[in-house]
């Protein structure tokens, strides 16, 4: 079930879990000549809330969570992380869309990191990333390294890291794109469960369209290259059924084959 929007029976949203505000934001890359890939990108993600983004492949998400996570500096327009520019860096915990795990490390290795990065103890660490693990259905797997691991696999152990940073606000791409349809379905249930009990700011990169009017209270849509919002869809206000349809005539109305 989704969470409800204002219905008084949630917690507030956690101090770390700061808004995400994009205003008119640029960027072209490449040379020779550079290439627009954000054409004027204006969102509202906002605090302890799922906002999703849907868009076509090569639209320009993933540069644009590298934008917000302050990887790259957009050559024009403001971005802003619960209302700070400068240090954006720290705040956030960005899942990227591959290979997020560190080939050095055993899979609890890397989870652990997570919680580690938290504040965790050494000893406490290492106990919630074993439940975490478990809880993506890794057991069993923990002294593997990435290497030996399947793409999906690795993709769960990415987020149960990442759902262990502690920090509030979690831009995650793409993080079921690998995982088979029963498999994503638990992973959508552990994200759920997660965000229900802890209410962080979450961006969700997605190109299904079910997935995102099933987890994000808001659904952002994403024309194509250079990325515009075309529009913003309330999944609470259209329903299931109606925010996908939505979506879709959104996307076959800014020209994307849909
Ligand atoms: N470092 C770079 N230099 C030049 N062009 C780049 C660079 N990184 C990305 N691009 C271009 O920017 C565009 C957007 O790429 P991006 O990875 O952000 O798309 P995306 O929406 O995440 O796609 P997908 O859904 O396939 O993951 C693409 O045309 C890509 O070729
Ligand atoms: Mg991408």
């Given amino acids: 079930m989704r969470r409800g929007r204002n219905d008084g029976t949630l917690p507030s949203a956690p101090a ?3 808004s995400i505000n994009l205003c008119d934001v640029h960027l072209a890359l490449g040379d020779d000549p550079p290439a627009p890939v954000l054409g004027g990108v ?3 993600a906002p605090a302890g809330e799922v906002t999703a983004i849907v868009g076509p492949s090569g639209c320009g998400k993933s540069t644009l969570l590298d934008v917000i996570a ?3 500096e957009p050559d024009h327009g403001q971005v802003l992380v619960g209302g700070h520019h400068a240090d954006r860096i720290g705040r956030v915990a960005l899942m990227p869309q591959r290979d997020a795990l560190m080939p050095w490390r055993t899979l609890l290795a890397n989870v652990e990191a997570g919680a580690r990065l938290a ?3 050494p000893d406490v660490a290492r106990a919630r990333a074993r439940v975490a693990l478990q809880q ?4 069993g797997f923990e002294h593997h390294y990435p290497h030996a691991l399947s793409g999906g696999m690795r993709q769960r152990g990415a987020l149960a890291r990442t759902l262990l940073s502690g920090r509030g606000t979690w831009l995650l791409d793409e993080p079921f794109g690998a995982l ?3 498999t994503r379905s638990e992973m959508h249930g552990v994200l759920k469960e997660t965000c229900a009990r802890h209410r962080p700011t ?3 990169v997605t190109h299904d369209i079910a997935e995102a009017v099933l987890l994000a209270e808001t659904v952002l849509v994403a024309g194509p290259s250079p990325m515009r919002i075309v529009d913003v869809i309330d999944t609470h206000a259209e329903g299931d059924a109606g925010g996908r349809e939505r979506a879709l005539e959104s996307l076959r109305a800014a020209g994307v084959a849909a």
């Fill in 16 to 18: 770390g879990a700061s």
């Fill in 42 to 44: 204006d969102l509202l």
């Fill in 70 to 72: 302050g990887l790259r």
């Fill in 119 to 121: 504040g965790d103890a």
């Fill in 136 to 139: 993506a259905g890794l057991a």
């Fill in 180 to 182: 088979d349809a029963l």
């Fill in 202 to 204: 979450v961006l969700l």
